[in-house]
């Protein structure tokens, strides 16, 4: 059997790596960045702690703030354009997942023939060409975008969260510094690691699953288990910060080598119909998802159990998996996770959209992957 393995040729994985971007840049001889980032970057001066170190460098670089949450494809066409108005010769993409995401579909929206939408990109579609080369500086110790061959861009027409996959989403370079991480609030601090322990446990029991994607899955659960609820308890908390900010890389490079699976597929389409955030809606799925998938991948649920430390190797199969359920939802109540319904999510709009949501997973291919795959009826 052969794997391919990809990840980005440089990670730079620290506190305080921030100040070191035009190190990396000058690395690969990069000297007009334009970065990606989200106004709040931009008003809470959190940006400055990548821009002051350019500048202090010699570097001047060029902003696009207007990314949104969830990206959609008119902000990558304004972002195409403000790239295409300047000399830059990379992106960097500094924030949570939505300004990686943006960056690193930038690059790719802006590498094809003119009038292309990001919809032509869409999975199965291969998008593998990029216009420039994507630096990432995540914010959340989540996503794990700065490690992944993914972005996840919304389609405004259709209300579609379209997860489009090639080396042309894949970033050249990563700088993760867990101190950018102290101003998350508890809530996104929750989500975000919820989203990031998905990413583990999913890759971890996907039918894709492969001796080096596992490596990676465990040291992940190893790092994000024993931390999420004391980052989310105690956010200047270094050495839980610190903990969280690698797991969710590691775990980025995990499903960047296997995949994701049920969660993430149906996580999707409650974000982009409910604006659920990202996190959030994983965290929603989760227990009930894993209750469902359970049995079909046993031994390997198990052995998640084991690596998060809620199962010892002396216990059984059975036992390690329950342990693992009960984890997931006590997980959901101290992180306080609220239902659909105390989100706020319109029951009688959820029902009349069941049908468009169900579709919407199935399509992007990430339910197969899921131990128990189900079909749209399930
Ligand atoms: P986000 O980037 O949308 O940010 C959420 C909020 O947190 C924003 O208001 C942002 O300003 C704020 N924030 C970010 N960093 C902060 C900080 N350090 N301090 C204070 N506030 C901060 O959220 P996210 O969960 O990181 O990213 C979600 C997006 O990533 C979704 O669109 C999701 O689909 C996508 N995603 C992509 C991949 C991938 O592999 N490409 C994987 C998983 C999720």
């Not at 389609?155 to 998350?184: H, N, Q, W, Y």
């Not at 490596?215 to 910060?241: D, W």
């Not at 430390?309 to 199969?317: K, Q």
Request: proline share 7%; net charge negative; hydrophobic share 45%.
């Amino acid at each position: 059997m052969t794997t391919t393995f990809v990840s980005p040729r440089l990670l730079m994985i620290g506190g305080g790596s921030v100040g070191r971007l035009a190190e990396v840049l000058g690395q690969f001889g990069l000297s007009k960045p334009l970065v990606v980032t989200d106004p709040w970057m931009v008003s809470s001066g959190t940006v400055e702690k990548a821009l002051a170190p350019l500048r202090a460098a010699g570097i001047a670089a060029g902003v696009f703030s207007d990314t949104v949450p969830d990206p959609t494809d008119t902000v990558i066409e304004a972002g195409v354009a403000a790239m295409k108005g300047g000399d830059y010769d990379c992106l960097v993409g500094f924030g949570g997942g939505s300004p990686m995401d943006t960056a690193k579909a930038m690059a790719i929206l802006g590498a094809a023939a003119p009038g292309a939408k990001m919809r032509d990109f869409k999975v199965p579609a291969q998008a593998n060409r990029a216009a420039l080369p994507v630096i990432c500086i995540p914010t959340t110790a989540g996503t794990g975008s700065e490690a992944t061959r993914f972005t996840v861009i919304t389609d405004t027409e259709r209300d579609e969260k379209m997860l489009i996959a090639g080396l042309g989403a894949l970033p050249l370079a990563a700088v993760v510094d867990f101190e950018l991480t102290f101003s998350v609030p508890p809530r996104t601090t929750a989500d975000t690691g919820i989203d990031s322990l998905t990413h583990a446990l999913e890759a971890f029991v996907s039918k894709r699953a492969n001796d080096e994607a596992d490596e990676y899955a465990l040291r992940a659960m190893r790092l994000i288990a024993p931390n999420l609820r004391t980052v989310y308890r105690e956010p200047s908390n270094a050495v839980a910060r610190a903990a969280m900010m690698k797991g969710a890389t590691l775990a980025g490079i995990a499903f960047s080598n296997s995949s994701v699976a049920l969660v993430h597929g149906m996580s999707r389409p409650i974000g982009a119909h409910f604006h659920v955030p990202h996190g959030l809606s994983n965290a929603m799925l989760l227990p009930a998802v894993t209750e469902y998938s359970l049995n079909a991948a046993l031994p390997r649920y198990a052995e998640a159990a084991r690596a998060m430390g809620i199962a010892t190797s002396a216990e059984g199969d059975q036992s390690a998996g329950a342990k693992l359920l009960q984890e997931l939802r006590d997980l959901n109540r101290d992180l306080a996770v609220p239902t659909p319904g105390a989100f706020g999510i319109d029951p009688a709009k959820w029902d009349g959209l069941l049908t468009t949501m169900a579709d919407q997973a199935l399509a992007s291919g990430s339910p197969a992957n899921n131990p128990a795959v189900p079909d749209a009826a399930t």
